[in-house]
T-cell receptor, first 112, second 115 residues
Framework: LAKTTQPISMDSYEGQEVNITCSHNNIATNDYITWYQQFPSQGPRFIIQ?????VTNEVASLFIPADRKSSTLSLPRVSLSDTAVYYC?????????????WGLGTSLAVNP | NAGVTQTPKFQVLKTGQSMTLQCAQDMNHNSMYWYRQDPGMGLRLIYY???????DKGEVPNGYNVSRLNKREFSLRLESAAPSQTSVYFC??????????????FGNGTRLTVT
C-alpha cells in the first residue's frame, strides 16, 4: 500500500533555495506526484505535479528520480510569503478508482 | 470566477444537533470531494462524487452523509454531531476525478466546533 512521508518542519531564510523531499514507496509508473501549499485559514492550493524526471513552472520545480521512490519540491529564492505548509500527494492512477494518498505536510518557516 | 465556495465559514454545534455544510463550484468540474483536516492527521477523505449522480465513501465516512445536488453543488450533512467531528472541513473539486493529473481546487474551509 502506497504511503507518503515528508518532514514535519523546515526552516529557511529569505533568498535561499528550499528543497522539500517526500518519500513514496509502491507507486506505479503512471502515478502522479502533486504538491500543494496551504496558508492559515485557507484551503490547499495546487503548486506543481509530475510523474517522472523534472517539471518546472513559474513558482517551483519538481524532481522525480528514476526509481520514483521519492520526489523533491524545489522553491527557488524563498520570501517571507512562502511561509506555509506544503503537502505531498501521490495520485494512484487506477482508472475510475484513483486513490489520493496525502502526506501529513511540511511546515516551512522562512525567516528574514 | 469564485472557484469553490463553502458556507458557513464557522459553526458551533451542541452534541446531537444536525447541520449541513454547503459547497458550490463554478468551474464546471465533474468531481467533488469532502475532506476533514485535523492537527497531526492531515487531510482525510470523507466522501467524494466522481460525477453528478454518484457518491462514494472515503476513508472516514461514519457520521456523515452527502448529496450531489447538481453538477455545481455537493453538500455534507452531520445528522447527530459528536465532539469527535470537531474539525476543519474542506470541499474540493477537480475537472475529472478519473484522471491522475486533474488537480484539486479547494474552498477555504468550514471550522466546526461540537461541544
Amino acid at each position: 500500500l502506497a504511503k507518503t512521508t515528508q518532514p514535519i518542519s523546515m526552516d529557511s531564510y529569505e533568498g535561499q533555495e528550499v528543497n522539500i523531499t517526500c518519500s513514496h514507496n509502491n507507486i506505479a509508473t503512471n502515478d502522479y506526484i502533486t504538491w500543494y501549499q496551504q496558508f492559515p485559514s485557507q484551503g490547499p492550493r495546487f503548486i506543481i505535479q509530475g510523474y517522472k524526471t523534472k517539471v518546472t513552472n513559474e513558482v517551483a520545480s519538481l524532481f522525480i528520480p528514476a526509481d520514483r521512490k521519492s520526489s523533491t519540491l524545489s522553491l527557488p529564492r524563498v520570501s517571507l510569503s512562502d511561509t506555509a505548509v506544503y503537502y505531498c500527494l501521490v495520485v494512484l492512477n487506477a482508472g475510475n478508482n484513483r486513490k489520493l494518498i496525502w502526506g501529513l505536510g511540511t511546515s516551512l518557516a522562512v525567516n528574514p | 470566477n469564485a472557484g469553490v465556495t463553502q458556507t458557513p465559514k464557522f459553526q458551533v454545534l451542541k452534541t446531537g444537533q444536525s447541520m449541513t455544510l454547503q459547497c458550490a463550484q463554478d468551474m464546471n468540474h465533474n468531481s467533488m470531494y469532502w475532506y476533514r483536516q485535523d492537527p497531526g492527521m492531515g487531510l482525510r477523505l470523507i466522501y467524494y462524487s466522481a460525477s453528478e449522480g454518484t457518491t462514494d465513501k472515503g476513508e472516514v465516512p461514519n457520521g456523515y452523509n452527502v448529496s450531489r445536488l447538481n453538477k455545481r453543488e455537493f453538500s455534507l450533512r452531520l445528522e447527530s454531531a459528536a465532539p469527535s467531528q470537531t474539525s476543519v472541513y474542506f470541499c474540493a473539486s477537480s475537472e475529472d476525478g478519473s484522471r491522475a493529473n486533474s488537480p484539486l481546487h479547494f474552498g477555504n474551509g468550514t471550522r466546526l466546533t461540537v461541544t
